[in-house]
């Protein structure tokens, strides 16, 4: 728990969001994390007169430095109890978050109402930084709503239905903090009402272990009755809370470790060597439970799945002695001296509840907590590598040839002009024995398009291919012209050329000169091309088919549409594809806004996406911060005051804003304004020298909470709004964090300018190729 007299560790730049913090991080502080899901925005509404102005801001909070008062910036007073009473669980859903993700809990409540209200997390963390204590998004994604109580209330009507739920079992369910928990006492309860033969009446006095017990039916002698009355104490004692956590806290003060070793079933039937030779590490393997990675958790998941290897959670026999003496001599002691046979049950009932129940359900809490924490650190990782992919610089201003490289079928090329248009596409075979006369139609073709960017996919024949342009351009080959090479990361190329969307885009082009201009866009610019791969096929993970399906494609679409809001895009020139990873935007509205880009022409501003059909106002809202409109690209429209059959007439600005290319939000231009008054510049030259001067001058002569106060406005925006007043036009956060591309393990570090000079490097070694 964040310490409440002190700064927040959460303090973060916003621009930190796009590195993903260490996965542990939460796990530490997290006894329970399995209880943690997605939570479910609920569909937008749609009014019929339509307002698209914002509401006043909420109360801001103080300096970020003082988020340790803990005073909510945005916490209605009957927040916490209405959630209660939605979710009828006998907990305060924001006081487990808080505890459960180590966030203080009024930014918790700050989160789930802004959730709750349809933000999307981009949003979030851009636009609202002071009511989430600029926590970054793999953060807030972790303080969402739990499925704990739909599977609560799952349970408890099939207990109600099999006729084995009580009152008192129904509170004990509404009071299970974890899955875990919920399953065990569900699971203690099932087992007793199945043995009816054994069923029997009985009660408990609080002053005696057992005052009497009666028959019902099939108990013809007094072992049976002592054998039912010792089941049911055992259940009572598996159930009981303080014993659960007194058990627990002795598993933690001893060595507790997890066992795996070839399974019998896979020696008798004499498994597949190469099978078998794949776990070779964790055939005879014992590891402490606290000292176990997450992908050996894996990999020994993925081995029992398949019967190769059998594993158990082995608890040390001294937590069973402390147990069974704990229980005699403290919880379960009578206050009166109990018969010896009496006490024979209890000792009974103790040693059956730890065997049968408590041992059971610790191994399974065991394995469940590693496996969650397994796949957050996996899924995890999917993240960090897919947010760098996405992330990559851009190489922009070149024509570049990618080219998909192999042997029988050949070299498939494809040349791009600087906005990634097809120029030419075409087939050599370079490593068949007319090699000289396609390395001369090589040489042609990149004299006609001026292209001095090659980058090869690394698939089969990548390294002959390599070798061969390297040859090439150390001796001159493609003279005058200063040409150089990279190699990228294919993966994921050749199941886009047959997808639907490539088809398409490209109608007419062979699916394996598609993979080629992929491969080509993949550095022209990363993010646009990626998106419209499945990030699971490009090869940026390992134990994918291990986690859960669910998970890994929700928290993978969320980094892709952070990545995307981050970045921006411009809509008049982005693809629809790309377009519907924009925060707030999906699939029908991103072919809403392209139909009507296609009707209408270009967008002239920001305002005319309120006449998209389908664009409400919390639409444009979360979408419109994310949206650029860049001079270059606009230009006059044909579109209409309206917005369709049945709909208002919306009245919206014909004239360009030149805060429209900046990421400043339109609810926050007002304060823009009074901004530039007060260092006494104008909204035309935006990211010009003088401006930046202004105020930069204005910054050093005030403090930004001053300029805050006066403008009337968070410290959080104004800084926001400083930088988008500042930004060169164009400005690309991906080119401004300086970042080099990375191409898995064939990478070739650029710089944004020299990109692909690696030719240099060959001649000073006096080497062609590169192993």
């Not at 019967?307 to 937590?319: A, E, F, Y």
């Not at 002239?604 to 979408?623: A, D, F, H, S, W």
Request: glycine share 4%; hydrophobic share 35%; charged share 25%.
């Amino acid at each position: 728990m964040a310490n409440k007299s002190g700064p927040s560790n959460r303090v973060k730049e916003e621009r930190v969001s796009f590195i993903v913090s260490e996965a542990t991080e939460t796990d530490k502080c997290s006894s329970e994390g399995s209880s943690l899901s997605g939570f479910k925005l609920k569909k937008e509404e749609q009014v019929e007169d339509e307002d698209f102005t914002f509401d006043e801001p909420c109360p801001k909070k103080q300096k970020t430095s003082r988020a340790c008062l803990g005073h909510p910036t945005f916490s209605p007073s009957s927040a916490a109890q209405t959630l209660r009473n939605e979710l009828n669980m006998n907990w305060d859903l924001i006081e487990l978050l808080s505890n459960l993700t180590c966030v203080e809990r009024w930014v918790c409540e700050n989160i789930i109402m802004l959730l709750r209200e349809d933000n999307t997390v981009p949003f979030v963390v851009r636009y609202r930084k002071d009511m989430i204590n600029h926590m970054d998004a793999d953060s807030v994604r972790d303080v969402q709503l739990v499925s704990l109580a739909k599977k609560t209330q799952s349970v408890i009507q099939t207990l109600k239905k099999d006729g084995v739920l009580t009152t008192d079992l129904e509170q004990t369910l509404r009071s299970c903090r974890s899955v875990d928990e919920l399953d065990h006492v569900a699971a203690s309860s099932q087992k007793l009402a199945e043995p009816k033969h054994l069923a029997l009446k009985w009660r408990l006095h609080c002053d005696h272990i057992l005052t009497h017990f009666v028959f019902l039916s099939g108990l013809s002698s007094v072992e049976e009755v002592a054998t039912g009355v010792e089941h049911i104490l055992a259940d009572m004692i598996a159930k009981d809370p303080e014993t659960l956590t007194h058990v627990k806290t002795l598993c933690e003060n001893c060595p507790v470790t997890i066992q795996s070793s070839v399974s019998k079933a896979a020696l008798k039937e004499k498994v597949q060597g190469k099978d078998i030779d794949k776990f070779q590490l964790y055939c005879d393997f014992t590891c402490n439970i606290h000292r176990i990675q997450p992908h050996q958790t894996l990999a020994i998941n993925r081995g029992e799945s398949l019967k190769i290897l059998t594993v158990k959670v082995n608890i040390p026999d001294r937590v069973k002695s402390d147990f069974s003496r704990w229980c005699l001599n403290s919880r379960w002691r009578p206050k009166t001296m109990p018969r010896e046979e009496h006490h024979l049950i209890l000792k009974n009932a103790v040693d059956d509840s730890y065997k049968r129940l408590i041992q059971p359900f610790l191994s399974r809490s065991y394995r469940t907590k590693l496996t969650s924490a397994a796949e957050k650190e996996s899924i995890a990782m999917f993240v960090r590598n897919l947010r760098q992919r996405l992330l990559a610089g851009p190489v922009r201003g070149s024509i570049i040839m990618g080219v998909d490289p192999g042997y029988k079928h050949g070299c498939k090329l494809a040349i791009l002009s600087p906005t990634s248009q097809i120029l030419h596409t075409d087939i050599f075979y370079l490593h068949a024995s007319s090699q000289q006369r396609e390395a001369e139609k090589l040489r042609y073709l990149m004299s006609k398009y001026s292209c001095t960017k090659v980058v090869i996919g690394n698939g089969t024949a990548c390294r002959e291919t390599e070798s061969l342009f390297a040859d090439l351009i150390s001796r001159g080959n493609f003279h005058p012209l200063d040409v150089s090479y990279c190699i990228t990361n294919e993966a994921g190329a050749s199941i886009y050329s047959v997808s639907p969307e490539a088809v398409k885009e490209m109608p007419d082009l062979d699916p394996n000169l598609r993979s080629a201009v992929s491969i080509a866009r993949r550095v022209q610019d990363p993010l646009a091309e990626l998106v419209k791969i499945d990030p699971k096929h490009i090869g940026i993970g390992t134990y994918q088919h291990d986690v859960s399906t669910s998970a890994l494609k929700a928290a993978l679409d969320g980094v892709v549409q952070e990545c995307v809001s981050f970045v921006g895009v411009d809509i008049n020139m982005c693809s629809e594809t790309l377009m519907r990873h924009v925060a707030g935007l999906n699939v029908g509205r991103a072919r809403s806004i392209a139909e009507w880009r296609e009707q209408n022409g270009p967008f002239i501003n920001r305002e005319q996406l309120k006449l998209v059909k389908g664009m409400g106002p919390k639409t444009y809202q979360q979408c419109a911060g994310f949206i650029r409109i860049n001079p270059q690209t606009r230009c006059s429209s044909k579109a209409a005051a309206k917005k369709g059959k049945g709909k208002a007439v919306i009245s919206v600005s014909t004239s360009f804003n030149p805060l429209d290319q900046t990421c400043i939000h339109p609810e926050s231009y007002h304060v823009a304004q009074r901004f530039l008054s007060i260092v006494g510049g104008s909204t035309d030259p935006i990211g010009s020298s003088q401006l930046r001067q202004r105020v930069e001058n204005k910054l050093r002569s005030s403090s930004m909470e001053e300029l805050a106060k006066t403008v009337d406005t968070s410290t959080e925006t104004l800084q926001l709004i400083t930088d988008g007043l500042t930004q060169p036009p164009g400005f690309d956060i991906r080119q401004s964090k300086n970042r080099d591309t990375h191409i898995c393990d064939l990478t070739v570090k650029q710089n944004v300018e020299g990109i692909l000079s690696i030719h240099d490097t060959l001649q000073k070694k006096n080497a062609l190729k590169i192993y």
